[in-house]
């Protein structure tokens, strides 16, 4: 069994940069699509960025200029760093797993939540 643990997140100001990273269990980086998620209050569920096995990274409009995806393959880590933090940005943030080319994410995390005060 894959086990994905998030961690980083925090309350920080407005403007302010956070970085949040996700352990996996197994060296899955090579072999899965990484991605982050977020939920907001009153929102569903969204895709925030994906980092293919390959190293390919792409990150939701929304997020463009201010987050980036990336890994540490041999640390079976994965990163986002977020900066230029709105309140807008406040939610639970997932790391999770799918295998390409299926769209369907495998593999999810518990979440660590994110707070932006304005």
């Known amino acids: 069994q894959v086990q994905l643990v998030e961690s980083g997140g925090g309350l920080v100001q407005s403007g302010a940069s956070l970085r949040l990273s996700c352990a996996a269990s197994g060296r899955i980086f090579s072999i899965l699509t990484m991605g982050w998620h977020r939920q907001v209050p009153g929102r569903q569920r969204e895709l925030v960025a994906t980092l293919s096995r390959e190293g390919t990274a792409d990150v939701q409009d929304f997020a463009k200029g201010r987050f980036t995806i990336s890994k540490n393959v041999a640390r079976n880590m994965l990163y986002l760093q977020m900066s230029s933090l709105k309140p807008e940005d406040t939610g639970v943030y997932y790391c999770?797993?799918?295998?390409?080319?299926?769209?369907?994410?495998?593999?999810w995390g518990q979440g660590t939540q994110v707070t932006v005060s304005s």
């Open positions: 999770a797993a799918q295998r390409w080319p299926s769209e369907i994410w495998i593999y």
